[in-house]
């Protein structure tokens, strides 16, 4: 060991220079603020009762929202030695978001009392009241129980006023849509947040030609976030030449007794499989949270095996996303639609067209998670499709995507800055195709042969992420979050 600290490309050990040794865990839940704010002014004018519903209100408001987060609540504030009490409690809590509920109209100033010491907090004001509709008895003591909306839209202008931003949902106390929707911003905000710590590495290179693909790395992190970290093949090689047989010959009976085999040999599945422990040790090392790789021609050529089947298993592992082909846009959206999701992601091209069934045939790279075969009597383990250096038939997973719902997305440097394609669709359940690779047959929403006219009018990148489940609202969101145009199809 050096008794100097080395960077990552120069280091024998795993402590490095340039590379955090300790990476903090994403955690397991959103942590909120709740600011529920009053008039002190109010309980003098009123019953006794008065002040018992507005307070029993924000309880209320508390309470739910500490079903779907963790919740720092100080408690009713009505003066402003209360908010500037609350405010410090917020600023020494790590909040992820701040929620604005106004109890009874409430002048700015107590509210921005608190509100200021957390500036870089995101704000979502919750314009509430304690009913859904108004009735004919409803007196005006009953009026400022519900003049919520006076203070958020006085709230709201200060604000517009200042430059700063903020979110704003509305409904009843026991209405679930806006409670729904705070959760939805909080996932979108925590996302970006989560893009901003991203560690990506990158073997290799775009391939060549495929220049919607090409990104500045710096233009990445300031736009999109991810810090990406260029890596020698080298490095890989250093770890492919380490691997156990014995560790490699497990691997590839597991797969082998898990999938059918179509063409390879076991000196095909057994060099597949030493490339794909090597990947994933590479990535453990270097403490990254996703690899992107360029095959052809580069890892294929050297290791006379395609890297399919390591990234395919990191997938389905789900602790790491991996992409191909140099496509750093495409596995940073990767990222999200994940989160969003809940599932795993697959990297795609625009294939053909089917007019029948009004659906886009989608080509993968085989590398996506089994996982969404829908099952592992689904998947052929067959010969790779394409030739690029490599010994024998290669391996790769030949499968189609299970039926369901789907989004897909992409994002595109474009002349006029960032853009982000959103579109929605159905897996359909068709027959598996013999073409030695993954795929999926997905019936979009407008004609099909339209459809394909727009987004190209658009300038879309060649390759797209498909994920099951609909996370379109989210991804637009997390457009406007990052400040980058988007264009739903």
């Not at 307070?55 to 779907?68: F, K, M, P």
């Not at 409803?138 to 604000?159: H, K």
């Not at 099951?468 to 969101?477: C, F, I, K, N, S």
Request: aromatic share 8%; glycine share 8%; charged share 25%.
């Amino acid at each position: 060991m050096s008794e100097f600290t080395l960077s990552f490309e120069a280091a024998e050990d795993d402590v490095f220079g340039d590379l955090l040794s300790e990476r903090p865990a994403p955690r397991e839940r959103v942590t909120i603020g709740l600011l529920g704010v009053a008039y002190f002014e109010y309980w003098r004018m009123f019953s006794p009762q008065f002040k018992n519903d507005v307070v029993a209100d924000l309880q209320t408001v508390a309470d739910r929202l500490a079903r779907d987060f963790e919740l720092v609540f100080p408690g009713v504030v009505d003066t402003l030695d209360a908010a500037e009490k609350a405010g410090r409690i917020f600023a020494a809590s790590s909040l992820d978001l701040l929620i604005v509920v106004e109890g009874t109209y409430t002048p700015d100033y107590i509210s921005m009392q608190a509100i200021d010491h957390v500036p870089h907090v995101p704000v979502v004001m919750f314009t509430t009241q304690a009913a859904e509709d108004i009735t004919p008895q409803d007196d005006y003591e009953t009026i400022m129980r519900n003049s919520a909306l006076i203070g958020t839209a006085q709230l709201s202008g200060t604000f517009v006023k200042m430059g700063r931003k903020f979110d704003i949902v509305a409904g009843s106390i026991g209405d679930e849509r806006p409670y729904r929707e705070i959760r939805r911003l909080a996932d979108v905000k925590r996302s970006a947040a989560r893009l901003r710590q991203l560690n990506i590495g990158v073997i290799g290179h775009v391939f060549r030609g495929m220049y919607d693909l090409e990104n500045d790395k710096t233009k990445i992190r300031g736009a999109l976030g991810p810090n990406v970290i260029y890596i020698e093949l080298s490095h890989l090689l250093k770890l492919w030449d380490a691997v156990a047989d014995e560790d490699t010959k497990a691997l590839a009976a597991c797969l082998a007794a898990r999938f059918r085999l179509l063409g390879p040999r076991e000196e095909d599945l057994y060099r597949s499989c030493r490339v794909a422990i090597a990947m994933e040790r590479l990535v453990d090392r270097l403490r990254l949270d996703a690899l992107c790789f360029l095959g052809q021609h580069y890892i294929e050529k050297h290791t006379g095996a395609p890297a399919r089947i390591g990234g395919s298993l990191m997938l389905e592992k789900g602790r790491h996303l991996v992409a191909s082909e140099g496509d750093l846009a495409g596995l940073v959206i990767m990222h999200a639609m994940s989160w969003f999701s809940g599932n795993s992601p697959l990297q795609a091209e625009w294939g053909q067209y089917d007019a029948t069934h009004n659906a886009l045939l989608m080509v993968g790279h085989g590398v996506a998670s089994p996982a969404l075969a829908g099952g592992d009597d689904r998947v052929t383990l067959t010969g790779a499709p394409e030739e690029w250096g490599f010994q024998g038939s290669g391996v790769n997973m030949q499968f189609i995507l299970k039926p369901g719902r789907v989004t897909m997305g992409h994002l595109l440097d474009a002349a006029g800055g960032w853009q982000m394609l959103i579109s929605g669709g159905e897996c359909l359940d068709y027959p598996c195709l013999p073409c030695a690779e993954i795929h999926a047959l997905v019936q979009v929403d407008r004609p099909v042969k339209d459809y394909v006219v727009h987004i190209q009018r658009q300038g879309v990148s060649h390759h797209a992420i498909i994920v099951h489940g609909d996370v379109r609202t989210e991804l637009e969101m997390l457009a406007a979050e990052l400040g980058i145009r988007s264009f739903t199809v």
